[in-house]
């Protein structure tokens, strides 16, 4: 079992950055994809970004500029993850979760087996 908990969350103006951090324990992460959603009020539930053990990103085509604008990354912690979103705008605004999953490539949330309890962001116009 993996156990995800994210941090970072909170409000920022438009045009900010914020740092979201996924922690997992449980059991090594090596062999696993580790996402980044998010779900606004609603909407269904996005990919954002992917990051695997092996050191491969993913990003999503259909969030508009992700790339570019967010960076996913291992964190100087071990067994951290790391999103790093800049140039905010109110779209943005979300719950943004950390999940884990086996798939080599995993865009989908029926992927994701593991999830985190999801950290609140908002951007304020």
């Known amino acids: 079992q993996l156990q995800l908990v994210e941090s970072g969350g909170g409000l920022v103006q438009a045009g900010g950055s914020m740092r979201l951090s996924c922690a997992f324990s449980?059991?090594?992460?090596?062999?696993?994809?580790m996402g980044w959603f998010r779900q606004a009020p609603g909407k269904k539930r996005e990919f954002v970004a992917a990051w695997t053990w092996t050191n491969t990103t993913i990003y999503s085509d259909s969030v508009p500029s992700v790339k570019g604008r967010f960076t996913i990354s291992g964190g100087n912690a071990r067994n951290t993850m790391i999103l790093q979103m800049n140039s905010l705008t109110p779209e943005d605004s979300a719950v943004y979760y950390c999940?884990?999953?086996?798939?080599?490539?995993?865009?989908?949330?029926?992927?994701?087996?593991?999830w985190g309890q999801g950290t609140q962001v908002i951007v304020a116009s």
């Open positions: 999940a884990a999953s086996t798939a080599v490539t995993a865009e989908t949330p029926a992927a994701y087996m593991y």
């Open positions: 449980g059991r090594t992460f090596r062999g696993y994809t």
